[in-house]
């Protein structure tokens, strides 16, 4: 029996990047964006505070864009100032590369192992899925789901108690599945 965990966002992740205002690195998106045209061209960037001053800066997600070459739908989603586009566009590479930015993630995803029915069983396969591209420790990902230490999840590692296809150290952040034998 192949139990299901997932890995979800709770909020938009913190972004990494330095503040002009006060030399802060952190800044917080909350999903709004400004659009500006020029005559056929196109700007639009999300806008982001300063989690120390408050300072607004723009990440550029439209740049001098023919109006015709943009998406009816996506422009509605910017002047609506959708979140989940938001969410998106702070994970495409693209974005985060032009802007110069990281994201950081902590405290802001949870995960859902469907409860504690799985933890009776001598062997546990369980597939892990990603609702958003969070880069996490799968060590951290099985000690939590199994209320375990880190230096415990390690420990089965190395007695081949716990395997699966990928490596276990380091973070991922694509879909994997493993195995515990107890």
Do not use: Y
Not at 32 to 58: E, I, Q, S, Y
Not at 63 to 78: A, I
């Amino acid at each position: 029996m192949l139990d299901h965990w997932v890995v979800m966002p709770t909020c938009l992740p913190t972004v990494l990047r330095r503040c002009h205002g006060c030399a802060s690195e952190r800044f917080r998106a909350n999903g709004k964006f400004r659009v500006n045209a020029n005559h056929k061209l196109l700007d639009a960037w999300l806008l982001v505070l300063c989690t120390a001053c408050g300072d607004t800066a723009k990440l550029t997600v439209l740049d001098r864009m023919n109006v015709r070459s943009v998406r009816p739908e996506l422009l509605d989603r910017m002047h609506d100032n959708d979140p989940g586009l938001a969410a998106e566009l702070l994970q495409d590479p693209v974005v985060r590369r032009r802007n110069h930015i990281a994201l950081d993630w902590d405290n802001a995803w949870r995960l859902d192992t469907g409860g504690p029915d799985h933890l009776d069983r001598e062997v546990i396969d369980v597939s892990v899925r990603f609702a958003a591209r969070i880069p996490v420790r799968p060590v951290r990902l099985i000690a939590e789901g199994f209320g375990l230490s880190r230096a415990e999840v390690e420990r089965l590692i190395t007695e081949g108690k716990l395997v699966s296809a990928i490596r276990l150290s380091g973070k991922f952040a694509d879909d994997f599945t493993f195995t515990l034998k107890r």
